[in-house]
Structures are given as structure tokens and as C-alpha cells.
T-cell receptor, first 111, second 119 residues
């Protein structure tokens, strides 16, 4: 069983739609949860960084963590064509420990 | 803050040659650096973790004699692909861990990646 599971998509939505991206994990020691956006042939860019359970909002992006279900989500409101990218979830136990990445979900927002 | 650069961004080499990739943290001290490789449409695969001044820790299945990692200072780590072959063609990404301020010591800051093509 992989440490982190993520639906690879691809996901295609019309401009303005609400996008929901999800990851599940198996290691209860994970405390830090991240979402990265990666454009083609570029390095990952940190979007959201969350510690423990709860919600975090930043502009059109909302990250949710449910540690009891070992489930994290990223919501994108009013999606834009510029949001078209691959979204990677990542998590770690902290303390400089290794990050575990999902496989990434490819998102296309159609104008 | 927390900018990480990689050089070169793209390299093409002949089979059998060695290629060195540099990873620099530009505005903070990186106590730990990570090297990943990524194949098309796949996620990041951790190759090795290196701490400044000590030997790198390689993940299972990664040949340490082929992928030489040096982390000689708190701002520079290098990955050398020795005797490169076409199957080594991939996107190599480094990340740096440290504290660029604001208590962000549990984060990793990624470089822009290096695309290696071995002919």
C-alpha cells in the first residue's frame, strides 16, 4: 500500500467551476500537509501548507485536513485557465523528515 | 525568501559522460537538501537526502556510485550523474529544507528542475 494515494485524473472543468482535489494516506504520524502546483517542465510551487487537522483558506484556495479519516482536500473556487497544472499533495511527520508525495492530479480549466 | 535555484535548467549529453547539476539556496541556509527525479506524468521520486557536511542517504534502489551527491556548504548541493545512459534521462529536482524565517523549518523549497537528456 502506498503511503499517499491520489487520483491522477486527468480532470477537465469549465472556467469558473469549483475544483475538488483529494488525497488519502495511511501513516497516522503525518502532521504536515502540503499542496503543490506544478506546471509542465517546472519545479513544484507550494500552494498551501497546513499543520494537523482543520481548514485553511488563501484567496481562491481552501485546504482541508481530516486526520481522523486520513483525508486531505484542496478546493479551487472560480477556477481559471491559469490554474491548469498538475497538483501534488505531500505530507510529512515533521522534524525534517521525508516528504511523501501523491502521484499528482492533472487539471485542465477550459475557457 | 526561500529561493532555490538549479543549474543547468536543461542539459543534453552523450552516453557515457558525466553531468553535474547544482542546487543552491539563495537566501537561506539549507541544513538538508533532497534530490528527486520525475518521469513524465509521474510524481516525484526521492533519490537521496543530504545534510551539510555528511554523506547522503540514498533511497532503496538508487545507485550511490552512479548518482554522486555532495553537500559541501549550507547553500550548495551537487548531483553528479556518472556515466550517464539514455535511461537516466529524466527531470531532476532538488529541494532545500531549513528555516528561511517565520518558523518554516518543516517545509521544503523546490528548485525549478533540470531536464537531462542522454543521447
Amino acid at each position: 500500500q502506498k503511503e499517499v494515494e491520489q487520483d491522477p485524473g486527468p480532470l477537465s472543468v469549465p472556467e469558473g467551476a469549483i475544483v475538488s482535489l483529494n488525497c488519502t494516506y495511511s501513516n497516522s504520524a503525518f502532521q504536515y500537509f502540503m499542496w503543490y502546483r506544478q506546471y509542465s517542465r517546472k519545479g513544484p510551487e507550494l500552494l498551501m501548507y497546513t499543520y494537523s487537522s482543520g481548514n485553511k483558506e488563501d484567496g481562491r484556495f481552501t485546504a482541508q485536513v481530516d486526520k481522523s479519516s486520513k483525508y486531505i482536500s484542496l478546493f479551487i473556487r472560480d477556477s481559471q485557465p491559469s490554474d491548469s497544472a498538475t497538483y501534488l499533495c505531500a505530507m510529512s511527520a515533521g522534524g525534517g523528515n521525508q516528504f511523501y508525495f501523491g502521484t499528482g492530479t492533472s487539471l485542465t480549466v477550459i475557457p | 525568501g526561500a529561493v532555490v535555484s538549479q543549474h543547468p535548467s536543461w542539459v543534453i549529453c552523450k552516453s557515457g559522460t558525466s553531468v553535474k547539476i547544482e542546487c543552491r539556496s539563495l537566501d537561506f541556509q539549507a541544513t538538508t537538501m533532497f534530490w528527486y527525479r520525475q518521469f513524465p506524468k509521474q510524481s516525484l521520486m526521492l533519490m537521496a537526502t543530504s545534510n551539510e557536511g555528511s554523506k547522503a542517504t540514498y533511497e532503496q534502489g538508487v545507485e550511490k556510485d552512479k548518482f554522486l551527491i555532495n553537500h559541501a556548504s549550507l547553500t550548495l548541493s551537487t548531483l553528479t550523474v556518472t556515466s550517464a545512459h539514455p535511461e537516466d534521462s529524466s527531470f531532476y529536482i532538488c529541494s532545500a529544507g531549513g528555516d528561511p524565517g517565520g518558523g518554516r523549518y518543516n517545509e521544503q523549497f523546490f528548485g525549478p528542475g533540470t531536464r537531462l537528456t542522454v543521447l
